[in-house]
């Protein structure tokens, strides 16, 4: 199934020194005129406010000028503005018609103009929407607890102008601080230092505070019922009390994670690493945000099997939040370096580097070959750095920027000499750029004054720009080659004469390797996915990555109906996209209707960013 060819210096006669001329500076994504100001603090002042699923109240925006300037215009989405001052000022406003899916334009006219180097404070009251796109509020029934509401947030990529006016670019980072009034008997929570709390006129008062600067994009509150076990001086887990303890034993090895990656690029600058457990409904397998990591309860197998996200997510702390895209066409500078990362953390952690070989070769690019294999391989969104003019950034997501940008870097560090060369150049890489908002270029200008000859001959605009797989990479097969004989036998045989005991001793990921390779070679026999099942009693486990790949397969081998029970509770039973969609993809090409019906019925179960891609999926738009 793995076929490995070295290609470490393929490139070296083909291609010339590349020169790029895009004007890869400009963000798409955005309204605002952040190439005239910053904006340098914010200072959130929140009543939360589960009656109407609003959160109301004022923001005030610390800013500075970059040029001059007349007019402040920021992002907004869906937001009641009620006023804007500066210095107790009423200042004149205007909120612009709806740019798809960059939302209103909301513009200040300043009374006297901003100069370079000015600093001022505007001060904006307002109200969000109950469909603010950022904010998922889930009533008591809808929490496992199912005693108290649930409010989270999720805004990444553009979604923090429905949640307050903003500079909604990665390029602007900003400190900021937080009074958030929830009701008395919930907690909230911000990606944010906790800075105290007091109940008063029945209210839990929640101050926070960050003082590292940040991307509006990291802005993440949640408020709900909610309790936390310590894991060491600066990890704490928290959820509902009734799934804290499972979270607490599942996350047990989170500070292992964070050591790790002190121990490869340097220190951790955020102070804490907690970790919120939300309800199912997450649309995502984790969310980075600084001091606060949301994840799903998909990864809660009762074995850690599955904390690689959480070693993902600690990995942004460095590659992400600390050294930040400076636009969602750069989105591989977050995510293809923390693949690299976390690949390196779960190594160094498990003292096995057989690990980062095992699951690049295997899951890596399965994972990406899928994308691409959905998308097209000449679709643009398959190219590293694609071109999001007019574009809404989450209609690119896929592993495309995750996977095909581990594989550059991972070309790169064959082309200079190994990890023992390249990893001290990645270090030096964070740690010359930390706090900053790069571009590709900035990566290739880092990589050039270490490594002058291979960047000279290296084809960064065919990695950057063109569509499509990468080649495949040299790794060691030595974990694979046990995945690919046991499919092979399974395979050939039927499952005659294969027992439960031919995986002893095996990580879970080579599990869930060996299913997807059954799932290339589909459609499989009905009579092997009968004994698959009683072997490994697929059906009934209670990890969500094998029994989506269970899923997958029977999907695939018309097997539907023996799964059909099994399919549709797994279907409500989490909102995580990774799942959800490739299933209710494949659900739709078996039974259109049935498929429909389904996720109709059962709407109100996913966040809004899911159910806008479910529906791009299911053609329902």
């Not at 990864?299 to 690689?308: E, V």
Request: charged share 25%.
């Amino acid at each position: 199934w793995i076929l490995f060819e070295s290609h470490s210096f393929i490139f070296f006669h083909s291609y010339m020194a590349y020169t790029d001329t895009r004007q890869t500076e400009r963000d798409w994504s955005t309204q605002s005129n952040y190439q005239e100001f910053r904006t340098k603090n914010l200072d959130f002042d929140w009543t939360v406010d589960f009656a109407t699923a609003t959160i109301s109240g004022s923001v005030k925006l610390d800013i500075e000028g970059y040029s001059e300037t007349t007019q402040l215009i920021l992002d907004t989405r869906d937001l009641t503005i009620e006023k804007v001052e500066k210095d107790g000022e009423t200042l004149k406003f205007t909120v612009g018609d709806t740019q798809a899916a960059l939302g209103q334009a909301l513009t200040i006219t300043l009374p006297q103009p901003l100069k370079k180097g000015d600093t001022t404070s505007i001060n904006i009251t307002y109200k969000t929407s109950p469909q603010a796109s950022a904010l998922c509020w889930m009533p008591a029934e809808q929490t496992d607890g199912g005693k108290q509401p649930y409010l989270y947030s999720q805004c990444q990529a553009i979604h923090a102008r429905s949640v307050f006016p903003c500079q909604d670019t990665p390029s602007v980072r900003a400190t900021y601080t937080a009074t958030v009034k929830v009701p008395a008997a919930l907690t909230a929570l911000m990606s944010a230092l906790v800075d105290g709390s007091e109940v008063k006129d029945n209210l839990n008062v929640c101050k926070f505070k960050q003082p590292v600067g940040i991307p509006s994009y990291l802005v993440a509150i949640a408020v709900g019922e909610l309790a936390s076990r310590e894991i060491s001086p600066r990890v704490r887990v928290w959820a509902e009390p009734c799934t804290v303890d499972k979270v607490a034993y599942e996350f047990a090895e989170t500070e292992e994670y964070v050591q790790a990656g002190e121990s490869l690029v340097g220190e951790y600058v955020w102070t804490r690493y907690d970790i919120l457990c939300l309800p199912a409904s997450f649309p995502y397998g984790g969310m980075e945000n600084p001091c606060l990591t949301f994840c799903t309860p998909t990864l809660l197998a009762g074995d850690r099997s599955l904390t690689h996200v959480i070693a993902h997510e600690a990995s942004h702390s460095w590659t992400g939040n600390l050294v930040t895209n400076a636009t969602w066409e750069d989105f591989w500078l977050n995510e293809g370096c923390t693949m690299y990362l976390q690949r390196s953390i779960q190594s160094v952690q498990a003292k096995n580097w057989k690990l980062y070989d095992f699951d690049a070769a295997t899951s890596g690019w399965f994972r990406l070959k899928g994308s691409v294999d959905h998308m097209g391989n000449d679709h643009r969104f398959t190219c590293l750095r694609p071109n999001l003019k007019g574009e809404d950034p989450d209609d690119a997501f896929s592993t495309v920027p995750y996977e095909k940008g581990f594989f550059l870097l991972n070309t790169l560090q064959t082309l200079v000499g190994g990890r023992e060369k390249f990893l001290p150049w990645f270090k030096s890489y964070i740690q010359d750029h930390k706090y900053k908002c790069i571009t590709s270029n900035d990566f290739r200008a880092h990589f050039e004054k270490t490594f002058p000859e291979v960047a000279k001959e290296f084809p960064w605009k065919k990695w950057f720009d063109e569509p499509g797989m990468p080649e495949r990479t040299q790794f060691s097969t030595e974990m694979a080659d046990q995945c690919t004989a046991l499919a092979e036998k399974w395979t050939a045989s039927g499952g005659e004469g294969c027992t439960k005991g031919d995986i002893d001793g095996w990580l879970t990921t080579q599990f869930l390797s060996f299913l997807d390779i059954l799932a290339e070679k589909t459609p499989a026999k009905h009579e092997m996915l009968d004994k698959l099942d009683a072997t490994f009693a697929l059906s009934a486990t209670g990890n969500t990555e094998i029994k989506s790949r269970w899923l997958t397969l029977a999907l695939q081998s018309d097997y539907t109906a023996k799964v059909l029970d099994v399919l549709r509770a797994f279907l409500v039973s989490n909102g995580r996209m990774k799942f959800v969609r490739p299933l209710y993809r494949l659900y739709f090409k078996v039974d259109q209707k049935a498929a429909v019906e389904h996720f109709q019925t059962n709407i109100h179960r996913y966040q809004a960013i899911a159910i806008k891609m479910l529906k791009r999926d299911m053609g329902l738009e």
